[in-house]
């Protein structure tokens, strides 16, 4: 197993009601520089977060105590930019398992699924109304059921479908990754190079 | 069946499909940094496995190196370490490794075609989305994440699905004073940063054909800018001439019959695209950012435009503009700057130290700017001393720094400081990406050049 398996997760939510949030935001350049997978949601958001000074930005969202969750909810075009996967491992690593919005990026949304964060793609009105029911009250719940690809706001406020391909839905459902499905196929790889020139 | 040029690349590399599901993709060549691959090395140890083909393998130190002083230890412990990593890694792993010093050291997305390692057809990762600069040459690169970086050095291969296709056609001819990073900012500023997000793109039309390879690459390069996982331009003569006896081209016969294959790659006459965009090579001014996204570009000599103007969420908008100090309506010509940035993989190329010089000739760097003039390899800084450019640059109060990244991310000491305004020739202008409280105006090198000499944002043209 290479990561958590994902099966349902109910939770409060964090809102992050800002349109292409990039990767840079989520963790910048400068915290990159480890050489093991190990503390980074101590930078996560780093510069919206912190000042310069390293105190609180108290007006950012994961500074208010208001808001917590394992889910994260961000604006249009979530997670754009540089490929960093570093960005998946920091929301990660602060304790987010799943990332709403209504549109991602498509290098950081791989990154999440092959990191066990689920990434859920709503539609812009149920993205408006999770904010909203956010904002009245910050206790909410969301649910997120992989297996019926489904994510409801509240007991009873809405409820959406999501997409996930059916590969990468029974991978997050048992916690394989990639690597374990090419590693049982390397002597078809091998055999597939041998007539490929280098 | 007729075939995109994407078609013929991508289909001829999958291993196999899985049904509602990913494709199995084979890749040829896989560039590493020091960045995004120590993890990934790590994960490999961890799951006992070698790296399947470290001859299809090639690694060189870029982010993270200083450009003063290259032959002293690097000063960062942090950045030390993680060059340290690359350099055992790649010896434990048998891959060659242009570290810092080394002739052919630079930054990956500039060595990879000066020797050759880029290839047309070919599939070519690297863990750093800029990699779609490689799709100059008509080969299908794009970027990965780390697990995906370990996943190609255990196996040789990724598991994507197939990427939707768009093509962008741009007819007619570039006006003067437009460079091909214009062009790239041009489109990004109508389709927006997500616009070609699913998509792989192919630039077709008579701009693209008279671009150089070095303007290719720089289009190709901001493809992922408009969210579009790559870019890529059919290869023609002057693909071939480009690559030609280069040390990692293939020679002789093998060249010959590479030539076969090459000379394949094209779109079909009636093959279907996803999306197709068409605009006109003469309607495109000299650009400039004025938000912190690449999408927040216009030509130069308009005003910044109001919320209203623009899609999507107001809030984000007057967020972006407070960031940057400016206010809807105002003029950017006439602004001033403080630092000039020239380099990275999207313009550290040597036709972009030719059109720097082409404008700074003669004339003196204005007293308030601070410019860092930063080579994307020792090609290119060769090039610049051997061309004469480097007088060209001294005589104007210019100085030349060593290769690598630099402050297009500014993981080095290369930072822009906080809220001064750097107009610079790389490919991000998002909040604090040049460092902390930096602010970004992306632009084109005679953009820079211009600014560079005069302390404003000055349209080049007035200039040429």
Not at chain 1, 155 to 183: A, Q, T
Request: with cysteine; charged share 20%; glycine share 8%.
């Amino acid at each position: 197993m290479a990561y958590d398996s994902f099966n349902i997760l109910s939770s409060t939510a964090v809102p992050l009601p800002i349109e292409n949030v990039d990767t840079d935001q989520i963790i910048p350049a400068r915290f990159l520089k480890a050489t093991e997978r190990k503390g980074f949601g101590d930078n996560l958001f780093r510069d919206w977060r912190y000042n310069q000074d390293n105190t609180p930005k108290t007006e950012f969202v994961l500074n208010d105590a208001t808001y917590s969750g394992k889910i994260l909810v961000g604006g249009h075009n979530f997670g754009s930019g540089s490929s960093r996967e570093h960005a998946a491992w920091a929301i990660y690593d602060y304790g987010f398992r799943c990332v709403v919005s209504s549109f991602f990026a498509d290098i950081f949304r791989n990154n999440c699924l092959n990191i066990g964060v689920l990434p859920v793609q709503v539609s812009a009105a149920f993205l408006t109304q999770i904010f909203e029911a956010i904002d009245n009250d910050p206790n909410v719940n969301l649910t997120v059921d992989l297996h019926a690809q489904k994510i409801t706001l509240g007991n009873d406020m809405g409820v959406e479908h999501f997409e996930i391909n059916s590969y990468k839905k029974e991978n997050m459902l048992n916690g394989y990754d990639d690597i374990d499905y090419l590693n049982n196929i390397k002597a078809e790889i091998q055999n597939f190079a041998s007539n490929t020139p280098l | 069946m007729k075939k995109t040029l994407f078609d013929k690349v991508w289909d001829s590399h999958v291993v196999r499909s899985i049904e509602e599901g990913p494709d199995v993709l084979f890749i040829d060549r896989h560039m590493v940094h020091e960045v995004t691959s120590p993890v990934a090395f790590l994960g490999l140890e961890n799951r006992s496995l070698p790296v399947l083909y470290p001859n299809r393998t090639f690694a060189t130190a870029d982010h993270n190196t200083p450009t003063l002083n290259q032959h002293l230890p690097v000063a960062d412990p942090l950045s030390r370490n993680q060059l340290k990593a690359l350099e055992e890694n790649a010896n434990k792993h048998g891959i060659s490794y242009w570290g810092l010093g080394h002739q052919k050291n630079g930054i990956v997305h500039v060595v990879g075609p000066e020797y050759g390692i880029t290839q047309p057809g070919a599939t070519i990762v690297c863990g750093d989305s800029h990699t779609s600069t490689h799709g100059a040459f008509g080969a299908i690169a794009f970027g990965i994440g780390t697990s995906e970086v370990e996943m190609v050095l255990a196996t040789q291969c990724i598991m994507q699905p197939k990427p939707k296709k768009m093509r962008i056609t741009i007819n007619g001819s570039l006006n003067k004073g437009v460079t091909p990073k214009d062009v790239a900012l041009f489109i990004i500023s109508k389709l927006t940063t997500s616009g070609a997000t699913g998509y792989f793109v192919e630039y077709a039309g008579e701009v693209f054909e008279q671009l150089s390879m070095e303007g290719r690459m720089t289009v190709c390069n901001l493809s992922i800018e408009m969210g579009a996982r790559g870019g890529m331009i059919a290869p023609d003569e002057k693909t071939f001439e480009y690559i030609k006896n280069r040390e990692f081209t293939p020679q002789g016969a093998d060249w010959d019959k590479a030539m076969e294959y090459w000379s394949t790659l094209y779109t079909d006459e009636g093959a279907v695209f996803d999306k197709e965009l068409h605009y006109d090579g003469a309607a495109i001014d000299p650009m400039i950012t004025f938000g912190t996204n690449p999408g927040m570009g216009m030509s130069i000599t308009k005003a910044i435009p109001s919320a209203s103007e623009v899609e999507g969420g107001k809030a984000t908008y007057e967020k972006s503009l407070e960031y940057m100090g400016y206010k809807e309506g105002e003029q950017m010509v006439g602004k001033p700057i403080d630092y000039v940035f020239i380099g990275s993989c999207t313009n550290g190329r040597i036709e972009d130290f030719r059109a720097f010089a082409s404008i700074v000739k003669g004339h003196k760097k204005a007293e308030n700017v601070t410019a860092w003039l930063v080579p994307g390899s020792h090609k290119v800084l060769n090039a610049i001393k051997e061309e004469g450019l480097l007088e060209i640059f001294e005589a104007a109060e210019f100085k030349l720094r060593e290769p690598g990244c630099s402050a297009c991310l500014a993981m080095n000491d290369d930072k822009i400081p906080a809220g001064k305004y750097a107009v610079s020739t790389s490919n991000r202008n998002f909040e604090g990406r040049q460092g902390p409280g930096a602010r970004t105006l992306l632009a084109s090198p005679l953009v820079a050049a211009a600014a560079a000499i005069t302390g404003k944002i000055t349209d080049p043209r007035t200039l040429i």
